[in-house]
């Protein structure tokens, strides 16, 4: 089963971030850094519709003692154990908020023996920026940029040319 892998990736990743003085949950997928809360989604697939309802919340279940409050959280990251569809790609891209605030990490070729994930990362988010550097660093990862955004990336950087 890949999901335990992922979950063993994550839990080291929040114990690396304690060194940078970020906050984290024992039990729950955040990082509070910054006083902004990033939250991390481990699934092995979404539904475009489930996707686009979960991005849109902006919500993170926040633990305090035997209590729990809801916060909003600043960034989501999601984590596919298997490729996400190219439709729940389209969906973050169709909407510059949900791109501006959410990243995916396609960690199935890693998870399959490759040392390889795609990311599909536009936010500024210095903990997910972390996540990338610890994937490479701790793993040996090699991130590789989703195609749709080396496509996209490739459009914006090519000069405009004028007409007669």
Same mark, same amino acid.
């Given at each position: 089963?890949?999901?335990?892998?992922?979950?063993?990736?994550?839990?080291?990743?929040?114990?690396?971030?304690?060194?940078?003085?970020?906050?984290?949950?024992?039990?729950?997928?955040?990082?509070?850094?910054?006083?902004?809360?990033?939250?991390?989604?481990?699934?092995?697939?979404?539904?475009?519709?489930?996707?686009?309802?979960?991005?849109?919340?902006?919500?993170?279940?926040?633990?305090?003692?035997?209590?729990?409050?809801?916060?909003?959280?600043?960034?989501?990251?999601?984590?596919?154990?298997?490729? %996400?569809?190219?439709? /729940?790609? #389209?969906? $973050?891209?169709?909407?510059?908020?949900?791109?501006?605030? +959410? @990243?995916?990490?396609?960690?199935?070729?890693?998870?399959?023996?490759?040392?390889?994930?795609?990311?599909?990362?536009?936010?500024?988010?210095?903990?997910?920026?972390?996540?990338?550097?610890?994937?490479?660093?701790?793993?040996?990862?090699?991130?590789? %940029?989703?195609?749709? /955004?080396? #496509?996209? $990336?490739?459009?914006?950087?090519?000069?405009?040319?004028? +007409? @007669?």
């Amino acid at each position: 089963m890949k999901m335990p892998k992922v979950w063993e990736i994550l839990k080291e990743f929040k114990n690396f971030c304690k060194f940078h003085g970020w906050k984290t949950s024992e039990k729950n997928d955040w990082v509070e850094a910054d006083e902004e809360y990033h939250n991390f989604l481990l699934v092995r697939n979404v539904h475009p519709t489930s996707f686009k309802n979960i991005v849109s919340n902006e919500k993170c279940i926040v633990q305090e003692g035997l209590s729990y409050r809801v916060v909003k959280a600043s960034y989501t990251a999601w984590l596919f154990s298997e490729e %996400p569809s190219e439709t /729940l790609i #389209k969906t $973050l891209y169709e909407n510059p908020d949900f791109s501006k605030r +959410t @990243a995916i990490y396609d960690l199935s070729p890693f998870l399959n023996g490759k040392n390889l994930c795609i990311k599909l990362n536009c936010t500024d988010s210095t903990v997910f920026k972390e996540f990338e550097n610890f994937l490479e660093k701790e793993f040996k990862v090699k991130l590789k %940029p989703h195609l749709s /955004l080396s #496509k996209e $990336l490739d459009v914006k950087a090519q000069p405009l040319t004028e +007409t @007669a």
